[in-house]
């Protein structure tokens, strides 16, 4: 992809509507991870289609950051209940993410189930390690670092808990 547009910024307000809409709705669930934050899959708005339509085709339950990226974002490293409101390249809100299962790991440690959930390319560990090899890179190296291989990855499984319409039975 040598063409990306920029993410626009996620529409605060429109994610906090959203969150307030699940959260009456699932009381219960919304309590018991009531910490949340509204962000984008990948890093143009290319990327994150791509990536939104995964999650929303049920291909995509999982997926990996940089701990380094949690920081520079201001954002805390998720816990296992935690949400997140998955935001398309325009920034309007998508999807609510609940956080199923964590791991921290350098990237070699991704495992073939792992690749698998991710749901990308051809969801093995080969394609999974080269794409994301080649998008550390260039995220590193758009923030002025380059990437190393023994930074701690973040990998995360997540289930879909709103929408109705597109959330996980």
Do not use: N
């Not at 990306?4 to 429109?14: E, H, I, K, W």
């Not at 080269?130 to 990855?153: I, K, L, P, Q």
């Amino acid at each position: 992809m040598s063409d990306r547009t920029p993410l626009t910024p996620p529409d605060v307000d429109a994610a906090e509507r959203m969150w307030a809409e699940y959260a009456a709705a699932r009381p219960a669930q919304a309590a018991a991870g009531p910490e949340h934050v509204a962000d984008h899959f990948g890093d143009s708005v290319e990327l994150s289609a791509e990536l939104l339509g995964l999650v929303l085709s049920g291909a995509k339950r999982a997926t990996a950051a940089l701990a380094s990226d949690f920081p520079a974002h201001g954002e805390p490293l998720p816990r296992i209940g935690s949400h997140w409101v998955a935001c398309d390249g325009d920034g309007a809100p998508v999807v609510v993410l609940r956080t199923t299962e964590l791991r921290l790991g350098p990237i070699d440690s991704v495992d073939d189930a792992f690749a698998h959930d991710e749901g990308e390319d051809d969801r093995t560990r080969a394609s999974w390690l080269e794409g994301h090899r080649r998008y550390w890179t260039r995220v590193c190296a758009a923030r002025g670092e380059a990437f190393d291989e023994a930074e701690d990855v973040v990998f995360e499984r997540f289930e879909v808990v709103w929408p109705p319409e597109h959330a996980d039975r």
